[in-house]
């Protein structure tokens, strides 16, 4: 969420910053709102001085003998009672406009980074690196394909069970599922990250803190009966394990890796990745999220990127990182970059990971904060894919399929799958 303050006080800044995302919004009318709220706040501020002083008044005249029922005293009362109907009606108002001004405030997405190119849409979006050598011969299997052969997974009866998109891990499928989950999980948590498997069903307030609510309420499944949905990602989460929370300045940086099931609607992408693993309602994620001091967030960028970049070489997987323009920012992402690995089948890069900063548009979201001597300030948290599996999976048959019909798997995988071929049968 953005500062009040600053949008109160600076809105051709906020304008500005939300003009390179592309968005034309009108700021006039919460202006106006956090102006009004700032002028109650200052009545209702100068009425409780008033009712204290003569709250003190009281007291003196009661102790230099004057009695409680005079005159004067009695109108003192009368005024201070006054003072405090008024105090509380412009308690009511403070109470409604700033339910106002929050509906408002949590609409607006995050301001880009001084350092986030420029650009339109995804077109404009930079190439930073590069690693490995893409397999590019002809004739090459897509994953599906490649699954359908080794009896991998099970699409056409997943929509009995489900819907459509949904998948049925099977056999080798469902192994090297689990070896991949296990593999991300044990290379991150060698680095240093805290391993959490938190609840997959979160609350509204949850969403809320990570951005997801009330942007993006279509996206998400909710439940009937409940204050629930299945969440969309483990940062929403792990974003709530310190929601309203001041953590102490020694423990930061705070890094977790979690590994959750997500759940998303996809809606707007019926007719894209209608095959194969690319694009799921429900798919596994291992996450890596972090809690930064302010100081410290554009270093831990480039590390949150570089560790999950680490898996992708561990595994041999050609790719490249992009950076993100700030027309194709997501909604709480400040500056992003994104990891395209190569599928050889397709013959084309496609997104694995997503890796940004948000400053701390989350954090004061969520009211998360440390302290720093009397005081206290809103952190900085990021978030990236450290990756998402089955996009990993789809990656690995593609690149490592033989002409036999096996499918030949990296060596640090081994130890996790049992074998470095996947073998018709």
């Known amino acids: 969420?953005?500062?009040?303050?600053?949008?109160?006080?600076n809105p051709d800044l906020i304008t500005r910053e939300l003009e390179r995302r592309g968005l034309n919004v009108d700021l006039q009318p919460l202006q106006k709102n956090a102006q009004v709220q700032r002028s109650l706040e200052e009545q209702r501020s100068t009425l409780q001085g008033e009712s204290n002083r003569i709250g003190k008044q009281v007291g003196i005249l009661i102790k230099s003998g004057a009695s409680p029922s005079s005159q004067e005293i009695e109108e003192l009362r009368r005024e201070g009672n006054k003072i405090k109907q008024k105090?509380?009606?412009?308690?009511?108002?403070?109470?409604?406009?700033?339910?106002?001004?929050?509906?408002?405030?949590?609409?607006l997405p995050n301001l880009p980074s001084p350092y986030c190119p420029d650009g339109k849409n995804e077109s404009e979006n930079k190439e930073i690196r590069s690693w490995g050598t893409p397999r590019k011969e002809k004739s090459l299997l897509k994953h599906w394909e490649i699954a359908d052969a080794l009896g991998l997974f099970d699409s056409e009866r997943s929509v009995r069970i489900a819907q459509s998109r949904f998948v049925t891990l099977l056999n080798h499928g469902a192994r090297l599922e689990r070896a991949l989950i296990n593999f991300m999980l044990d290379l991150h948590t060698k680095k240093g990250y805290l391993e959490v498997m938190p609840p997959v069903l979160v609350n509204s307030a949850s969403l809320t803190g990570s951005g997801q609510l009330p942007k993006f309420a279509e996206e998400s499944f909710r439940c009937a009966d409940d204050d629930?949905?299945?969440?969309?990602?483990?940062?929403?989460?792990?974003?709530?394990?310190?929601?309203?929370?001041?953590?102490?300045?020694?423990?930061?940086?705070?890094?977790?890796?979690?590994?959750?099931?997500?759940?998303?609607?996809?809606?707007?992408?019926?007719?894209?990745?209608?095959?194969?693993?690319?694009?799921l309602h429900q798919f596994n994620k291992v996450e890596l999220y972090w809690f930064v001091h302010p100081e410290e967030s554009l270093d831990a960028h480039e590390q949150i990127t570089s560790d999950a970049e680490s898996i992708l070489q561990a595994l041999e997987l050609p790719y490249?990182?992009?950076?993100?323009?700030?027309?194709?920012?997501?909604?709480?992402?400040?500056?992003?970059?994104?990891?395209?690995?190569?599928?050889?089948?397709a013959g084309a890069f496609r997104e694995i990971s997503s890796c940004s900063t948000c400053n701390d548009f989350q954090a004061r979201r969520s009211s998360i904060r440390t302290k720093e001597g009397k005081s206290t300030r809103?952190?900085?948290?990021?978030?990236?894919?450290?990756?998402?599996?089955?996009?990993?999976?789809?990656?690995l048959l593609e690149t490592g399929q033989q002409s036999d019909g096996s499918v030949l798997l990296p060596e640090a995988l081994v130890p996790y799958y049992g074998s470095q071929l996947i073998q018709p049968q």
């Not at 969420?1 to 600053?6: A, E």
């Not at 490249?320 to 089948?345: K, M, N, Q």
């Not at 809103?378 to 990656?395: C, P, W």
């Open 1 to 9: 969420m953005l500062d009040q303050r600053l949008v109160r006080d």
């Open 87 to 107: 105090v509380a009606l412009l308690e009511e108002q403070e109470k409604e406009l700033s339910i106002n001004l929050q509906k408002q405030l949590l609409s």
């Open 320 to 345: 490249r990182v992009i950076e993100l323009c700030t027309g194709d920012l997501g909604f709480s992402a400040s500056r992003t970059y994104d990891l395209e690995v190569w599928l050889p089948g």
């Open 378 to 395: 809103l952190i900085h948290t990021l978030n990236g894919s450290g990756l998402a599996v089955g996009r990993t999976m789809a990656a």
């Open 228 to 279: 629930l949905w299945l969440t969309p990602t483990a940062e929403v989460p792990v974003t709530s394990l310190h929601r309203n929370e001041i953590i102490p300045l020694e423990q930061l940086p705070l890094r977790y890796v979690a590994y959750t099931p997500c759940f998303r609607r996809e809606a707007g992408s019926y007719g894209k990745d209608t095959r194969g693993l690319i694009r």
